[in-house]
């Protein structure tokens, strides 16, 4: 059973930072893509940035500059790095998974839909 595992959220004043971590686990490491979204309430899901088992990335606009995200397949986890943090960045935010080679622009293009594996989530909250 393939299991996404969140954590590193926290609180946070505007223009610092967080790192995110997601620990993907229950399935024989091999081509995949992993992502990441975010979610406030009353909004509609963002996709984040993905990367693929290439090594290949793809980000949203809104974070170009401010975020990073890496993978650490030896222990098949996830991360997002985040700075200047802004009040609009607060949200929920969730790790996903592929289990195919798709390229991490295309599935970041397609959005959740493209992901069959979800975390929990873990809360950003960035105070002005």
């Known amino acids: 059973q393939v299991q996404l595992v969140e954590s590193g959220g926290g609180s946070v004043q505007a223009g610092g930072s967080l790192r995110l971590s997601c620990r993907v686990s229950?399935?024989?490491?091999?081509?995949?893509?992993w992502a990441w979204f975010r979610q406030d309430p009353g909004k509609e899901r963002e996709g984040i940035a993905a990367i693929d088992s290439d090594g290949r990335t793809s980000y949203a606009d809104f974070v170009k500059g401010r975020f990073t995200i890496s993978q650490d397949n030896d222990k098949s986890t996830l991360y997002l790095q985040m700075s200047s943090l802004k009040p609009e960045d607060t949200a929920m935010y969730y790790c996903?998974?592929?289990?195919?080679?798709?390229?991490?622009?295309?599935?970041?293009?397609?959005?959740?839909?493209?992901?069959?594996?979800w975390g929990q989530g873990t809360q950003v909250t960035v105070s002005s």
């Open positions: 229950g399935y024989t490491y091999g081509r995949h893509c």
């Open positions: 996903a998974a592929r289990r195919d080679g798709m390229r991490a622009t295309q599935a970041l293009s397609i959005g959740g839909d493209a992901f069959e594996y």
